[in-house]
Nanobody
Framework: QVQLVESGGGLVQPGGSLRLSCAASGIGLRFYNMGWYRQAPGEQRELVAGITHAGLTNYADSVKGRFTIYRDNAKNMVYLQMASLKPEDTAVYFC?????????WGQGTQVTVSS
């Protein structure tokens, strides 16, 4: 059974940085196009960054130039480096496949941007 575990969130001041990690068990992430999603309170989950199995990336306009998604296939990990964080980046962040069928969602990791 595939299990995704997100980590690295926390409380950070505006303008700060965080790196989120996505670990997987039961599957080799290198074979899949993966994405980072976020869900703010009262909002729908949205895809903010994606990376193909070949390493091509794309980003939502709201995070372009500030977030970087990358992967370490040897460690079976996908990361999201976030910089210049804004209060509107506050959300629970998840990783998962970009396309269906999705893996079971993990618990996510809370990112709070506040002074």
């Amino acid at each position: 059974q595939v299990q995704l575990v997100e980590s690295g969130g926390g409380l950070v001041q505006p303008g700060g940085s965080l790196r989120l990690s996505c670990a997987a068990s039961g599957i080799g992430l290198r074979f899949y196009n993966m994405g980072w999603y976020r869900q703010a309170p009262g909002e729908q989950r949205e895809l903010v960054a994606g990376i193909t199995h070949a390493g091509l990336t794309n980003y939502a306009d709201s995070v372009k130039g500030r977030f970087t998604i990358y992967r370490d296939n040897a460690k079976n990990m996908v990361y999201l480096q976030m910089a210049s964080l804004k209060p509107e980046d506050t959300a629970v962040y998840f990783c998962n496949r970009i396309v269906a069928p999705k893996f079971d969602w993990g618990q996510g990791t809370q990112v709070t941007v506040s002074s």
